[in-house]
């Protein structure tokens, strides 16, 4: 049985963690951060989610310069590396201030994207970008640990279960009950054991009449 405790008590601290890492994984992504993006050149920035979510972004260039944002999946993002462009951004906009807020349909990474233009300076943009949705990475190492926890705790179960059942299956010790003073028979009473007196002793042999007692 202290292996089955020793057991439960793991899968509980299992359950435990697995809960908490898959509550964090559920708190909203928030950057807050200024970037330097050359001149031809763009940055992006990657979330994955598990499910449906929103995004939301606040982005400024701190010059007043007119920059490009594109939001992408991985398909749409891809098509924008090979400069092939064959499938349509999620989200495009251009300006000097630009604001969103849209929802994310279904699981998959997004792709924010600030594009220089090659004709004017670098830009500089303080960039606030919010995600809500459950992170890909983590949201799959909490599973992977709960489910364990969950599997060990039925493993334990089952083990405790399995040692109820034998415990029952034994036979039980058998032991003789006292003897019942009441029930006893009445015992045989003593033998007297006193010697016999002893037999007399024989009579002395009488003498036989002498024959030549005379008589008168």
Known sequence: ???????????????IAGSLLLLGAAQPVRISTDIVVQSGMYHQDEFGILGTGQMS???????????????????????????????????????????FDFGLAGPGNYHVVIVGSPTRQPLQVHVELTVVGLKTGDT?????????????????????VGAWRRALSAPAPTSEPAPDPASDPASDPVADTAPDPAPDPPAAPQDPPDENTRIY
Not at 68 to 97: I, Q
């Open 140 to 160: 799959l190492l909490a599973l992977v640990v709960l489910v364990g926890g969950l599997g060990l705790m039925a493993a334990s179960l089952m083990l405790s």
């Open 57 to 99: 972004g606040n982005l400024s260039e701190l010059q007043s310069q007119s920059f490009d944002v594109f939001v992408f999946d991985d398909p749409g993002y891809a098509s924008f590396r090979d400069g092939s462009n064959s499938l349509p951004p999620l989200f495009e906009k251009s300006g000097t201030h630009i604001v």
């Open 1 to 15: 049985m202290k292996r089955v405790y020793f057991l439960v008590a793991i899968a509980i601290l299992q359950i």
